[in-house]
Structures are given as structure tokens and as C-alpha cells.
């Protein structure tokens, strides 16, 4: 048959691009610097491949390469793990879950088998019964599909006198990522990585590529101008700003210079909490209704009189909207303009800032003036134990009194709910508090803390990273400890210990112990070259805090109490609520009593 160079010349046949080189420049170009993975056979081509021209990551499973890779979507726009054939790929299920519930554009890489391998017999790594009648070499991509997620199998060529397109493909689907900031799957045959690939020309930048699908979109002056009647009649107005905006950088920092500019208070979403320095006197914090703990909970919910609301979801999730308690001020306002974002890249509510910006409004400063939560305002008593009831009164008197700001990473549990009441201020990456809100992937936050480091190393930032977790999280992702030794991470880990999965704790069934008392973490963290601290009140934490702050590896060993007293006021609320939920009358008593007692919605 006729080859490429003689069906369409020697000089383009020689120009031809292997499909390693051109994964390479697509990646590349959208500004992605480096992978997390695990090697396997079937993907050692393109670890070759990619390796050099980017950094290609080992850690310490599959799952946590996933994970890190949520991480940097967070932080840089675009995540990618790299994996090997179903083995491999299919631990990674649960970070594409959190991916697409988080709308994060996190590329799942996996090595395949090559085109000219497959012939109906099963192969070791597929997902194949010895008794099957029927070989499937789909199973991860059906498994990826069945979240909803983009998956497909990069295809090779298909006629001798034609070069493959997999190279086109491939910029089509890193561009569906990014531009809908949703995660895709895809599979790479190995034996295609190394041949050549129909050449590209990419756009000069992501402006350009951005341009490309822009709509020009009518009516937003119409509704500035509606906005702008109301922000004018409002005594106390607020704007809130959600979840959406922390992909748009751009678009974050126009809102609040706005809010800025004109004196007008504002607060974030939980999911949204570490998008904004919530130090400005203007912020009020992270709101989520009788959970919150932030310092505008009494202007949010007995004072303001219209809000403004950016980017929240489309589709309200529990967790962000007072867990469907009925609770949220903000939900239930009878005075407020939604401005959700429904076009790509907010394009929409772009065009009403713009509209904004040129209006005439007048400048007032609503900055409640010495308005601040306990949490945030109470200086713990230094002898005192530290448990979570008075550990984000701590922290934020850490910060405040040392000039000392820290990237927070909470890990799921009470670690979590207690971090809400942390005032998350400025940071070097632009977010300063990363979490993982879809609680049901508990897990992430050695591997977050992974993909921070690697990026505060990038720009060359001291900033240090205080990651809180309970013993129940820390175990299920301490083998990530190596990564972080091999990196040198600056990390002060926050260990609260109680050896029980108390969140959400209904019973006494042994599915709740997490940990055994014989467990020696100070021999742990020292195999991994860290530093143990044991704290046994305020004072030894500041100490402890102080020493991390230095640089490397350090953990903070705290014991803590399960009794309700040093309970965060977020998780007793929330254990309160969850044992209503299922059906405890003395539980619904105390949650209605707690519901009872709210202020009126202001009208």
C-alpha cells in the first residue's frame, strides 16, 4: 500500500510529529508543567514520551495521582494524572468523581494496549472472568463514562497513505476540559506514541483559542442597570460570591475590587471559602446558614436587605446550602439578583461587569465595624487543652499575631467543619484554603498538600502549608509521606487524635475505631524525616506552630476529647443534624430548638 511519503511527499512525511512529541507541545501549551502517576507497562512509552519536556510525578497510588491532579486543576487551571491500563486507571475513579462534582479539568491519562496487540484473547490487565465468554477491553472506559465524564481511546492510523489524527483529537479533548472545566478520560495505545501524528498549529495563546468560541451576549446592561437601582435604594446591601468564581481569576479580582471600591460588604460560599482574603474588613467570611461561624453571620442574616449573588450553582448542593436544613439566609431572601454564570467562562457575567464598572454609584463604607465572630475574635486561655472547640480560635490568633499566613488544607472529618470558622487570608497560589467539600472521597489532603508544595516551589514561595486531620483521614493516606519527603515539602501537619471516626458517629459499633492506641506517630513521622511536636495545650501549639513555620517537615501531635464541650460548634451542629436526619427524637428535639432559636429573615 501506498506509505504517507509517497501518497503526500517526503518533506511533510519528514515533518511529521511522533504523538508523544505533540501530547508534549498540547499540554505544553496549556499550561500545564507536570503529571502525577504511577508507572506501569502499558504506559512506559509515554512516561518516556513526556518526561523531560514536562515533570512527570510519582506518588504513592493511583487514587492519590488523582487527587494531586485535582489539586493543581485548582490551583493552575488543568490537572493531569498518568496511569497505566485499568490497574491503574480505575483506582483513579474516585478523584474523577470529585473532579466532576468540583467542575475541575483534571486530564485521566492511561496507557493502553497497542492497536496491533489486541486479538481476542484476554489480556492481564483487563477486567476479564475466567469463566467470560467475551473478552471487554472497555471497562475503564465504560467506568469513567458512567460518571458522566468524556472518555475515549486515542485511535491510530487507518490507511497507510494518511497519517493518524490522535494528536487533533487529543487538543479537542484537553480543550473540552478546560473550556467546560470538566475532567476527561482518555487511553493511549502504546504503540502509537511513538508514530507520527498529523502536525498541528496551535493558537498563539489561550486568549486566542478563547476568542475562537466567545459570543458577544446582549442584555447585560439591561441588567446592570437593575442592579444598580437596587444597590442604590439598599442601606445593606451584600454581595455573595460563590463557588464558580474560583475557576476565573480574572473575573474574582474585578468583583472585589468592585465590592472594594465601593464600601460594599461581601462573603463567600462554603465551597468558595480561600478564593478571597477573608482579613479585609469588608469580607464577612464563609456563610452556610446555622452552620456558619463567620464574622458577618448577624449582617448577613438580620441586616442585609438586598444580596447580589455571583456564580453560585446552577444545581444548590446540601453541603454548600446548609445541608437542605432551610437554614440559609441568603437562599431564602426575598431581595436579591442571582447572576449564576451560564455561559462558558462566565462570559455572561463578564459583560455585566463591564456595564458596572462605567455606572455611577455612590461609594459608602458598610464595613461592619467591630463586628467579628467569637472564633475569630476569642484568644484561646494558653493553658488550656487544644481541641477542635478552640483550635480556629487558635490558628487565627496564630496568624494575626505572627504576621504568619497559612495555605489551610482541612481533611475530611471534624477537621473540616472545625476549619470553617479558620480565617483564611492572602496566599502566594491565590487560594489559601483547598479542601475537599464532596465529603465522601476522604483522603485528599496529603495529596493536595502534595500539588501546593509543588507549586509554591515553582514561584519560589516560602508560604508555609498547615494541613488538619483527624487520625481517621491521616491513616488512610500517610503512605503519600514519602512523596512529601522526597520533595522536601515545608508541611506542618496538624494531627488531632481521638482513634474514632466521630463525625456523623451514630453508634458504638466497632466500624468507628480508626486507630489503636499502641500507634506510635512520632516513630512514623520520623521514618519519614519530619519532626514530632506532642501538644498538650494553647501555648505548646504556638510553640509547635512556631517551629513548623521554619521549614520542613513537621507534625503536631494533638489529643482530643470526644466530649461535646470540645466539639466544634459546626460538627455538633452537624452531628445534631444527621442523627435528626435518622430518626433520633431526642436529636430532632435539640435540632428544632437550634432552628427555633434563629433570628427573623429580615424583609
Request: one cysteine or more; charged letters at 15%.
Amino acid at each position: 500500500m501506498t506509505s504517507i511519503s509517497q501518497n503526500l511527499g517526503s518533506a511533510y512525511s519528514e515533518q511529521l510529529p511522533s504523538l508523544g512529541q505533540s501530547l508534549c507541545d498540547i499540554l505544553g501549551f496549556f499550561g500545564l508543567k507536570r503529571l502525577y502517576g504511577v508507572g506501569g507497562d502499558f504506559v512506559a512509552n509515554l512516561i518516556n514520551a513526556l518526561d523531560g519536556p514536562l515533570q512527570v510525578l510519582p506518588s504513592s497510588n493511583e487514587m492519590h495521582a488523582g487527587f494531586s491532579a485535582c489539586a493543581q486543576a485548582e490551583l493552575t487551571g488543568l490537572g493531569a494524572c498518568l496511569t497505566t491500563y485499568t490497574v491503574g486507571s480505575l483506582p483513579c475513579v474516585s478523584a474523577a468523581a470529585l473532579a466532576r462534582t468540583e467542575g475541575l479539568p483534571v486530564i485521566f491519562l492511561s496507557g493502553a494496549p497497542g492497536e496491533q496487540e489486541i486479538h481476542g484473547h484476554a489480556l492481564h490487565h483487563m477486567v476479564h472472568p475466567a469463566s467470560g465468554w467475551h473478552t471487554d477491553l472497555n471497562a475503564a472506559l465504560n467506568a469513567f463514562k458512567a460518571l458522566g465524564i468524556k472518555a475515549e481511546r486515542l485511535q491510530g492510523q487507518r490507511h497507510q497513505g494518511q497519517p493518524n489524527v490522535a494528536a487533533a483529537r487529543f487538543f479537542e479533548l484537553v480543550c473540552e476540559a478546560v473550556q467546560t472545566r470538566q475532567p476527561v478520560y482518555i487511553e493511549v495505545p502504546r504503540d502509537l506514541v511513538k508514530q507520527p501524528t498529523q502536525s498541528l498549529r496551535l493558537p498563539a495563546n489561550l486568549a486566542e483559542l478563547n476568542a475562537m468560541t466567545r459570543l458577544d451576549l446582549e442584555g447585560a446592561g439591561l441588567i446592570a442597570d437593575d442592579i444598580c437601582s437596587r444597590l442604590v435604594r439598599a442601606k445593606y446591601p451584600l454581595v455573595y460570591l460563590g463557588e464558580r468564581l474560583r475557576m476565573n481569576g480574572a473575573l474574582l479580582q474585578r468583583i472585589v475590587h468592585f465590592c472594594q471600591r465601593l464600601g460594599l460588604p461581601y462573603a463567600t460560599s462554603w465551597f468558595a471559602k480561600g478564593m478571597v482574603d477573608e482579613s479585609h474588613p469588608l469580607c464577612q467570611g464563609a456563610y452556610n446558614g446555622v452552620f456558619s461561624q463567620c464574622r458577618g453571620q448577624g449582617y448577613i442574616e438580620e441586616k442585609a436587605d438586598y444580596v447580589l449573588e455571583f456564580g453560585t450553582a446552577i444545581y444548590d448542593s446540601d453541603t454548600n446550602n446548609a445541608f437542605g436544613s432551610g437554614t440559609h439566609a441568603i437562599d431564602k431572601h426575598t431581595n436579591k439578583t442571582l447572576l449564576k454564570g451560564t455561559a462558558r467562562w462566565e462570559l455572561d457575567l463578564q459583560a455585566v461587569m463591564d456595564a458596572l464598572d462605567k455606572a455611577n454609584l455612590p461609594v459608602r463604607n458598610l464595613s461592619p465595624a467591630g463586628q467579628r465572630d467569637a472564633a475569630l475574635s476569642d484568644t484561646p486561655e494558653e493553658t488550656a487543652s487544644v481541641g477542635y472547640a478552640n483550635l480556629a480560635g487558635a490558628i487565627n490568633q496564630f496568624q494575626r499575631g505572627n504576621g504568619q499566613d497559612f495555605i489551610l488544607v482541612p481533611e475530611v472529618g471534624n477537621a473540616l467543619f472545625a476549619a470553617f470558622a479558620l480565617e483564611a487570608r492572602a496566599s502566594s497560589v491565590g487560594r489559601s484554603f483547598l479542601a475537599n467539600p464532596w465529603y465522601a472521597a476522604m483522603g485528599t489532603s496529603l495529596p493536595y498538600a502534595r500539588a501546593i508544595a509543588d507549586e509554591l516551589n515553582a514561584i519560589g514561595s516560602p508560604q508555609p502549608i498547615l494541613l488538619i486531620t483527624g487520625d481517621g483521614g491521616f491513616n488512610f493516606q500517610s503512605n503519600e509521606l514519602i512523596n512529601l519527603q522526597k520533595q522536601n515539602a515545608n508541611l506542618i501537619i496538624l494531627y488531632m487524635r481521638n482513634n474514632i471516626f466521630h463525625l456523623g458517629k451514630c453508634g458504638d459499633a466497632p466500624i468507628y475505631a480508626c486507630n489503636d492506641e499502641r500507634f506510635d506517630v512520632a516513630k512514623l513521622i520520623a521514618a519519614y524525616g519530619g519532626q514530632y511536636h506532642l501538644c498538650q495545650s494553647v501555648t505548646g501549639l504556638y510553640a509547635a506552630l512556631e517551629q513548623g513555620v521554619k521549614g520542613g517537615l513537621h507534625l503536631i501531635e494533638v489529643p482530643t476529647s470526644t466530649a461535646p464541650e470540645q466539639q466544634s460548634p459546626i460538627a455538633i451542629k452537624l452531628n445534631t443534624y444527621i442523627s435528626a436526619k435518622n430518626g433520633s427524637p431526642e436529636a430532632m428535639v435539640a435540632w428544632d430548638r437550634l432552628c427555633s432559636s434563629r433570628p427573623p429573615q429580615p424583609q
